[in-house]
C-alpha cells in the first residue's frame, strides 16, 4: 500500500528531461545533509550526501547543491528515467547529533 | 552494500495483542532506529539505541519499547497494540553519531483492527 505521498508537492517533467527537487533546511547548525528516494511500499533508499563545508557534490546522474546562506538544498536529476518516479525527500543532521531531521518529500512523476 | 533487514513485511494483529517487530542490520552498525511513517507526518522517531542494551526515546515513544540485546538487532515492541499504531515502520542503522548516512530497512506494515 501507499503510505508516502498523500499530501506531497509533486514535480511531473517529461522522460529524458532534467529534474530539480529542492528543500529548505531550518537549522543553520546542521553539517550534513541526505537525499533519499522512497519508492512505493519501499524503505527510503540513500541517494546522495554531502557536507556543510561543500557547495556541490555529484554522483552518477545526481547532483546535490548546497547553498548555505538560504538554508537551501537541492537534488539534481539528469536524463530523468521512468524508474526515478519516486518520493524524494532531503534530511539534516545537526552538530553530532544521532538523529536526522526530515523533510516532507517531493513526489516526482515522469511523463512517458 | 548495508543490509537492514525487518522480518515481517506485512501484518496484521488485533487491538490488545503485543506486537514485535524484529531488524537485523549486518554492518557492524552502532546506532539503530525505529521510524513510524504517516501520510502527512512524515518520518517520526519512536526511538533509538546507541549500543547494545542502550536505548533513547525518539520523537514519540508513547506506546512502544524497545530491546536491544546484541549489536545486530533492534526490536520494536508494542505492549498492547491500538489501532492508532497501523503505520508503516522503518528499522534504521548507520555507524557512530554525526556524519553518517542512516540505512533503512524495507519496512513493516502494521494494520492493528
Known amino acids: 500500500g501507499e503510505s508516502v505521498g498523500l499530501h506531497l508537492p509533486t514535480l511531473s517533467v517529461q522522460e529524458g528531461d532534467n529534474s530539480i527537487i529542492n528543500c529548505a533546511y531550518s537549522?543553520?547548525?546542521?553539517?550534513?545533509f541526505i537525499w533519499y528516494k522512497q519508492e512505493s511500499g519501499k524503505g527510503p533508499q540513500f541517494i546522495i550526501d554531502?557536507?556543510?563545508?561543500?557547495d556541490k557534490r555529484q554522483g552518477q546522474r545526481v547532483t546535490v547543491l548546497l547553498n548555505k546562506t538560504v538554508k537551501h538544498l537541492s537534488l539534481q536529476i539528469a536524463a530523468t528515467q521512468p524508474g526515478d518516479s519516486a518520493v524524494y525527500f532531503c534530511?539534516?543532521?545537526?552538530?553530532?547529533?544521532?538523529?536526522?531531521?526530515f523533510g516532507s518529500g517531493t513526489r516526482l512523476l515522469v511523463r512517458p | 552494500d548495508v543490509k537492514v533487514t525487518q522480518s515481517s513485511r506485512y501484518l496484521v494483529k488485533r487491538t490488545g495483542e503485543k506486537v514485535f517487530l524484529e531488524c537485523v542490520q549486518d554492518?557492524?552498525?552502532?546506532?539503530m532506529f525505529w521510524y513510524r511513517q504517516d501520510p502527512g507526518l512524515g518520518l517520526r522517531l519512536i526511538y533509538f539505541?546507541?549500543?547494545?542494551?542502550?536505548?533513547e526515546k525518539g520523537d514519540i515513544p508513547e506506546g512502544y519499547s524497545v530491546s536491544r540485546e546484541k549489536k545486530e538487532r533492534f526490536s520494536l515492541i508494542l505492549e498492547s497494540a491500538s489501532t492508532n499504531q497501523t503505520s508503516m515502520y522503518l528499522c534504521?542503522?548507520?555507524?557512530?553519531?554525526?556524519?553518517?548516512?542512516?540505512?533503512f530497512g524495507e519496512g513493516s506494515w502494521l494494520t492493528v483492527v
Open positions: 554492518m557492524d552498525h552502532e546506532n
Open positions: 534530511a539534516e543532521n545537526v552538530g553530532s547529533s544521532y538523529k536526522l531531521i
Open positions: 539505541s546507541y549500543d547494545v542494551k542502550m536505548k
Open positions: 554531502i557536507r556543510s563545508n561543500m
Open positions: 537549522n543553520s547548525a546542521s553539517d550534513y
Open positions: 534504521a542503522s548507520n555507524y557512530d553519531r554525526g556524519l553518517n548516512t542512516i540505512y
